[in-house]
């Protein structure tokens, strides 16, 4: 299937402080995944440090949740996405003050990296509040599409886990009805609450938090790779 980018917001902001321009020349450079190189047959080998799996979150923004959840679980391996250079150099300055030695960055288009990971190479993909185009003229703009999600099921693991999770009614409807039209995937919800209640441990995000500020009710939808 042709693939379009599905890059639209913008990457930069104010200006980085020096130190955070110092930590994106220095750590962030360490840590950043080569993709322009094949991937390395193992897939652990990204890491400094031995891991028994590999998650991907996709825009993790200030990467709140992503460093949550690798503190939380030393021995996974953890793939984080943010093409925004603010949110990048926050996540790198948490990485590096935490020393955690389970997390590679990749600061570009999503789809860029899921195309470069080998197949069943992933146990979770998280997509957390992604931007959500509401007008319906730029629907075509959300990162769940038809070709996003052929990418997403080749790379995760029979078994896997696909995580959304968005405080917009139109964004939750569009993902289960294009979810749902894929055989890769099902819908792991048995009643309300497995859709209106967060996942166990569940950190939050950023986004969420002002979703709930604004008086939106999130949705948290676990699809599960057949
Ligand atoms: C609404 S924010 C949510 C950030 C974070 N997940 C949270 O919940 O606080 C969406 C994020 O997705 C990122 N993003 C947009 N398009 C992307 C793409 N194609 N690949 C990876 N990240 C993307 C944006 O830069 C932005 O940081």
Do not use: C
Not at 189 to 210: C, M, N, Q, V
């Amino acid at each position: 299937m042709q693939r379009r980018s599905t890059l639209y917001g913008r990457r930069k902001g104010k200006p980085l402080s020096q130190r955070r321009e110092r930590l994106m020349a220095d750590v962030f450079r360490s840590l950043a995944v080569d993709i322009l190189r094949p991937a390395p047959q193992t897939l652990a080998d990204l890491f400094a440090v031995p891991v028994d799996d590999i998650r991907l979150e996709i825009g993790f923004g200030g990467g709140e949740h992503l460093i949550s959840e690798a503190k939380a679980s030393p021995a996974t391996g953890f793939i984080g996405v943010e093409p925004f250079v603010e949110g990048m150099a926050k996540a790198v300055a948490a990485i590096d003050a935490d020393g955690l030695a389970n997390i590679r960055l990749h600061d570009g288009d999503a789809a860029d990296l899921i195309a470069w990971l080998p197949a069943a190479s992933v146990s979770q993909v998280d997509l957390l509040y992604p931007d959500p185009w509401p007008k319906r003229r730029h629907w075509k703009r959300r990162f769940v599409n038809p070709a996003n999600l052929e990418g997403i099921a080749r790379i995760l693991a029979p078994g896997g886990a696909f995580r959304f999770a968005s405080d917009i009614d139109s964004y939750v409807a569009w993902t289960l009805r294009h979810v749902l039209a894929s055989p890769a995937f099902e819908w792991t919800a048995e009643r309300a609450d497995d859709w209106r209640l967060p996942w166990a441990g569940w950190p939050g995000t950023r986004y969420e938090a002002k979703a709930f500020r604004e008086g939106r009710r999130p949705a948290y939808l676990v699809f599960r790779k057949r």
